[in-house]
C-alpha cells in the first residue's frame, strides 16, 4: 500500500462521521424547504393560485412540465428567486435559519418537485 493511499484510508476513517452528518443535515433542510413551500402555497390561495401566478411570470411552460408526470422542467436560482420574489424568499430564509443564496439553490431544486407534490394532492 502507497503512502496516497494509506492517507485517504485515515483520512476517509477520520472523517467519515462528520460527512455523513453534513448529507443528514442536508436532508434535514430538504424536507424543512419542502414543508415551508407548500405553507407558501397554502398562504397564496393553493397550488392553483400559485401556479397561475407563475404561469402570469412568464414560467408556464416550466410551470406545467412540473405539474405534469414525469422529471420536468429545472431551473436556477435565479429564477426561483424571479419567482418567489426577494421579500418571500427572504422570508423562507429566516423561517429554515439558511443563508438566502443557499435558500435559493434549495428552491430552485426543490419548487417543481413541491408543485408535482401539491398537484397530486389537490
Known sequence: MNWITRLFDLL???FAPAAAVIIERRRDQKDEVL????????ARGGIAEVMKRFERAGYSGKVRSWSAAGSGASINSVEALQLLGWKDMRDLSEKAAIPVE???DLVAE???VAVRK???HK
Open 12 to 14: 476517509s476513517f477520520k
Open 118 to 120: 401539491a398537484c397530486s
Open 35 to 42: 414543508g415551508l413551500l407548500q405553507d407558501y402555497f397554502k
Open 102 to 104: 443557499r435558500m435559493r
Open 110 to 112: 426543490l419548487l417543481p
